[in-house]
């Protein structure tokens, strides 16, 4: 059972709630406690800019 992805998307909803535009530095800094080794983080730090633009949007 991997726990990766629940916890990368709960690293990145508390910080989407703290911070709705985080930098990219903020983003690496919340998802740093999670070891990811199937994959690169870009896409992973493209999920939490597109969440946190969404998120813009619906204010």
Do not use: F, Q, W
């Not at 406690?33 to 946190?52: F, H, S």
Request: aromatic share 2%; glycine share 6%.
């Amino acid at each position: 059972m991997r726990l990766l992805h629940p916890g990368l998307l709960v690293a990145a909803d508390e910080l989407l709630e703290r911070d709705p535009d985080p930098a990219d530095a903020d983003i690496r800094e919340a998802l740093s406690g999670n070891l990811c080794r199937c994959t690169g983080y870009e896409k992973i730090m493209d999920a939490v800019r597109l969440a946190a633009a969404r998120g813009s949007e619906e204010v």
